[in-house]
């Protein structure tokens, strides 16, 4: 047995595994189970498994997307499902305390990832959303939205599309906003402007979107120039923590979409701050983040290295934790814990789709490495420890209604 098939036997009981050595030589491993894909990969050169074994995650990417680590049988998706659905969070067992090493070395290089000063935020932010617009195009709602969305399929049924579930994801966080016509909403990372949009269509309100990605701030404003609110809907180009430093004026909203993965760690605090200086006496905010089920952790240097240089997905400990020294009163939390999952499956679906459009725009390598990265973070939130918080803050207890009933009923009304 070769060390790569003494790992693949530690790991794989159930589905199986195939694989075929640089010699022609095969071993498998695991057994078919109801459920769990059954895959064949091959191996090209021998050097495969010694850079896998020296990183797993950065050497089966590096491998796969240099095609070196050939899936025969099944796709990228269902072997990183296998090896995932194998050893799920939930596997229950005795648990122990994480050894001091473990914690130290955490600890270590979350810190020095997430150092994120302005500077470098803006390089972080460009080396992923300055890409270009046409592939975002291809595999995104027609609202552009990049972040987790809300499928209801009770209400909607098992085919609800993902333009729906972006458009019902909207709604979801209009309603934790309690907006009134004529406030004044700051959208922290808006993306190409989709959010501030609609909460200014659907709710009469003002917005100011900031973002640190140039190509995202040309297309929200030609957006908001189109639908003729450019006097209502405005975007800037500028960190979160240079709109702070200046005379702004209070806002009664804050929204902020996917953008906390970007902060890091050691500016956490720096972003509450910043969020509460930026907020009125009776300021609501509401805070959608992936997050971790577990405690705090650290970025693979897969997604360190080509996704999201200075990411890093935060505990719900250390966030909550991060807020409270600023009279940030948390008002409700929600686990969204599958809903990234089905996200990220019409995600890839549609970049397979799209295949041949996006090695044209780039090359075969850049597409190995997207579905690797849209396959991995699938299998993180189907089987791993990342799930989505959306977290309600207000600087005044009196401020939202006693009851959570005003959420259903707004949702309600503007899902209609």
Request: neutral net charge.
């Amino acid at each position: 047995m070769s060390i790569l098939g003494r790992f693949l036997n530690s790991v794989i009981e159930k589905g199986s595994i195939k694989v075929t050595h640089p010699d022609g030589s095969t071993e498998a491993y695991g057994t078919p189970t109801d459920g769990y894909p059954d895959i064949g990969i091959r191996l090209a050169d021998k050097n495969v498994v010694r850079q896998i074994l020296l990183d797993p995650r950065l050497g089966a990417a590096e491998t796969f997307m240099d095609g070196r680590l050939i899936v025969e049988q099944g796709d990228i998706m269902q072997l990183v499902q296998l090896l995932r659905a194998n050893k799920p969070f939930e596997r229950g067992g005795r648990l122990k305390e994480p050894g001091i090493l473990k914690k130290v070395r955490d600890g270590a290089a979350a810190a020095l990832d997430g150092i994120n000063l302005p500077g470098r935020s803006k390089s972080n932010v460009a080396h992923h959303y300055d890409i270009g617009n046409d592939l975002y195009d291809l595999f995104l709602d027609d609202d552009l939205q990049y972040s987790c969305a809300y499928w209801d399929f009770d209400r909607r049924g098992p085919d609800m599309t993902l333009e729906q579930a972006q458009a019902d994801k909207k709604a979801h966080i209009a309603a934790k906003l309690d907006l009134r016509p004529g406030q004044r909403v700051l959208d922290i990372g808006c993306g190409w402007g989709g959010m501030a949009l609609y909460l200014h269509r659907t709710s009469g309100v003002e917005v100011l979107g900031i973002t640190l990605s140039e190509e995202q701030l040309k297309k929200a404003r030609e957006r908001a120039e189109k639908e003729g609110v450019a006097d209502k809907v405005k975007f800037e180009l500028i960190d979160y923590r240079d709109l702070a430093q200046r005379d702004a004026g209070a806002f009664d909203r804050i929204v902020s979409v996917g953008m906390f993965e970007h902060v890091g760690t050691p500016q956490f605090r720096t972003f509450f701050r910043c969020c509460a200086n930026l907020m009125t006496g009776d300021g609501v905010m509401l805070l959608h983040t992936i997050g971790r089920m577990g405690g705090p952790g650290t970025t693979d240097a897969f997604t360190r290295k080509y996704i999201f240089p200075g990411g890093y997905i935060p505990a719900l400990s250390e966030t909550l934790a991060a807020s409270e020294p600023f009279r940030l009163i948390a008002t409700d939390v929600e686990n969204l814990r599958l809903h990234y999952a089905f996200t990220l499956r019409e995600w890839y679906k549609r970049t397979v789709q799209n295949r041949e459009k996006i090695i044209a725009l780039y090359d075969e390598r850049f597409y190995r490495m997207w579905i690797f990265y849209l396959a991995g973070a699938t299998a993180a939130f189907e089987n791993g420890g990342m799930c989505n918080y959306q977290i309600q803050f207000s600087r005044n207890r009196r401020t939202l209604p006693l009851t959570r009933d005003y959420i259903g009923e707004t949702e309600k009304n503007l899902t209609a």
